[in-house]
C-alpha cells in the first residue's frame, strides 16, 4: 500500500474575490493549455490578492506581474502555472524555490506537495512572506533568506527544483541538489532582456537533458556568485 501523504492545506474563509480568480484561470491558465488538475486547483484556491497587497485586490488576478515592493514582482498566473505544471509534482515530492518574493509561488506548491523550501536574498521580503504565509495557515513551506545560487544543501536532494528569478547560467549547486529524475525550471539569459524557460531533467545516470519552454521576462537572479 503507498505510504499515506497528508499535505495540510489551509481552510481560507470566503473571500469576495472567487470570481476574477475564476476568470483568471479559465481566461489565461486554462485558455492557454494547463491541463494538470492539481495546479489548477491551486490556482483556484490561493488568494492572489493577498500576496499583491500594494494593489488594489481585482488588479492582482489580471495575468500580468505585480509590484511587490524593493523593485521586485509577483510573477503573472500563467507562467506561475506553466512552470508548476512543468515541474511534474507529485503529492510526495519536496521542492526547493528559489526567489521567494511574494510567497505566492510558494503556496501553489505547498497546495501540491508534502514539502516546499524556499529561498529569498532581500531579507525584508523574506519576513514579510514569511509572516503571509504563517498567517494564511501554511505549515509546510519554509522560508529562508539567502542566496538562492548554491541552494540549500542541508535539505537536499529535492524532488524539484524551480528558479523564478534569471540566471546567466544553471547553477552547477543546483543541478547538483536535483535527485535522478527531478525536474527543474529556470529562466536563462541575459539580465534585463528576454530569457529562455529551461525544463531540465535529471536522468538515473545523472545526465541533464534540456527543452526551451518558452520566452519569458524575469527579474534578475542577483548575490555574489
Ligand atoms: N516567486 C515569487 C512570487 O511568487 O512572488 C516571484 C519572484 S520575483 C519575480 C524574483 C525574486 O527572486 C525576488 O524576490 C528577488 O529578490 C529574488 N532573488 C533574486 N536573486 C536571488 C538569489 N540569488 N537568491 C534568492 N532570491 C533571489
Excluded at 479559465?26 to 492572489?48: C, F, K, N, S, T
Excluded at 500576496?51 to 488588479?59: G, H, K, L, T, Y
Amino acid at each position: 500500500t503507498p505510504a499515506e501523504v497528508s499535505v495540510r492545506r489551509p481552510a481560507f474563509a470566503p473571500d469576495p474575490f472567487g470570481e476574477p480568480r475564476e476568470a483568471m484561470v479559465q481566461d489565461h491558465i486554462v485558455a492557454r493549455g494547463v491541463e494538470d488538475e492539481a495546479v489548477l486547483a491551486a490556482m483556484r484556491r490561493v488568494p492572489r490578492h493577498r500576496f499583491a497587497p500594494e494593489v488594489p485586490p481585482r488588479r492582482a488576478y489580471r495575468d500580468e506581474p505585480q509590484p511587490i515592493g524593493h523593485g521586485q514582482t509577483i510573477s503573472q498566473p500563467y507562467i506561475v502555472a506553466l512552470m508548476t505544471e512543468r515541474l511534474g509534482l507529485e503529492p510526495d515530492d519536496r521542492v526547493l524555490e528559489v526567489g521567494t518574493g511574494s510567497g505566492y509561488q510558494a503556496a501553489i506548491l505547498a497546495e501540491i506537495v508534502r514539502e516546499v523550501v524556499t529561498l529569498e536574498i532581500i531579507p525584508a521580503l523574506a519576513t514579510q512572506a514569511a509572516e503571509r504565509l504563517d498567517d494564511l495557515g501554511y505549515t509546510n513551506i519554509t522560508v529562508l533568506q539567502g542566496d538562492g545560487y548554491y541552494g540549500h544543501p542541508s535539505r537536499a536532494p529535492f524532488d524539484a527544483i524551480i528558479v523564478t528569478a534569471a540566471a546567466r547560467h544553471v547553477p552547477p549547486p543546483l543541478v547538483a541538489q536535483l535527485r535522478s529524475g527531478g525536474h527543474m525550471v529556470i529562466p536563462v539569459g541575459q539580465m534585463l532582456w528576454v530569457q529562455n524557460l529551461l525544463l531540465l531533467e535529471k536522468d538515473a545516470a545523472g545526465e541533464i537533458s534540456t527543452r526551451n519552454l518558452a520566452s519569458v521576462r524575469f527579474v534578475p537572479l542577483t548575490g555574489g556568485h
